[in-house]
């Protein structure tokens, strides 16, 4: 009887806490699946897909972490650093601005992007190191740049091997090869629609008739030299009296151009970009030389200009886009001028003393990769392309865009103008005289 008796509390204090713990348990309303879902970030989960309505009620899937939540990862090749570095710089700034709207947006396909951004610092070599890079250890499939043609050469064979989408600001002719190199895209005029630009103004506006031409020994200042020769081979005028060339990054160009004074020419036809620009210019001033000089977009960068100095500029033309370019009759596009606004909040300028037209160019850039991500629903190298392809007149900020299987530079001849490199107001430049 008393071991009888002893075994009651016991048996009642279990039963008490088994009552208790189930009373717990159905007070949470199923808690222990709350925890995970607590822990993942809010862009962690999505709806279950339309496709699947049958599996649309299952609780499992619709509280799992959805695998399309991990960041989309695209790598940045530029120049950041040295002579050129100015450049990659202000690309980057409209990759940013349009990489944070995308993102604030939800992102692609849900999924955040994230910029895994390498410096090359002109070096062609580094280029494909860096390339390597990304795509073995970063798993990446989607590059940005490369920056010059140069760098854009050394890198392409192993992107189209690897079958990575690149896009960049390259614009040698040998880039644009869709058959060599089928993923490669760029929005930046080829050397042949440059060199057509700057010998059309040169010729049927100046009306200047001994040209020379000052060109860099890379892969850009071959590849444009070959172009003015051949537009002004097709516009019936004259050829070069000189030709002189120079290596990225020398110190002094004074004796090239000496060459080019003695021969007479009335206007210089160049391929100089950044610094290079700059000693150039100064070189002409220390000598005493003042002729027009005709060149790339990158004659009125800020490097350029603050660099020589707005007064020294009053001949230096740049080729340019319609879009950000003005005049008395020509106004700039609504469209652009809101991304300028957003661009002068972004490098904290009032009013913008930034260039619209780098930081306009890569933002178009990045957009277009969204575009063509979202159209294929997926990341894949040629699927990408094949999207890109088929883009006819896209609306940009920077410019009208169209690609195609034959064209992988997406810049029309037609979007192109002149300008004055030292005439800015508010990010956009006045169309040069003749216009």
Known sequence: MSFARSRVPRILGALLAAILVVGLLGGCGGGSQSVPQSSQPATSTKAPEASKPAESAKPAQSSAPAASAQPLKIGVNYILSGPSGAIGTKHMIGLEMAVDEINAAGGIMGRKVELVVRDD????????????????????????????????????????????????????????????????????????????????????????????????????????????????????????????????GAADMTAQLNNLKKAGVEAILTTSLAADTVRILKNMKSIGWDVPYLGSSDLASSTVVEGVGAENMGKVYGYYVKRLSFSDKIPVPAKTKEFAAKLAKKVGQNPLKEAVFMPSFAYDEMYLVKKVIEETKSTDGPKLAAALENVKNYDGVHANLTFSKEMHGGMPLDEMVMVKAANMKDGFFELAPGY
């Open 121 to 248: 610092g002109g070096d062609p070599t580094k280029t494909l190191s860096n390339a390597q890079e990304l795509v073995e250890k970063q798993g990446i499939s989607i590059i940005m740049g490369a920056t010059s043609s140069s760098q854009q050469l050394a890198m392409a064979p192993y992107t189209t091997d690897q079958k990575v989408f690149d896009i960049g600001s390259f614009s040698a002719d040998s880039t644009n090869d869709p058959v060599k190199y089928p993923y490669a895209f760029t929005i930046s005029p080829l050397a042949a629609q440059q060199a057509a630009a700057v010998v059309k103004y040169a010729v049927q506006i100046l009306k200047a008739k001994n040209l020379g031409i000052l060109a860099d020994t890379g892969a850009y200042g071959k590849s444009t030299t070959d172009a003015f020769l051949k537009a002004l081979e097709s516009m019936g005028a004259p050829k070069p009296v000189a030709i002189e060339n120079y290596a990225f």
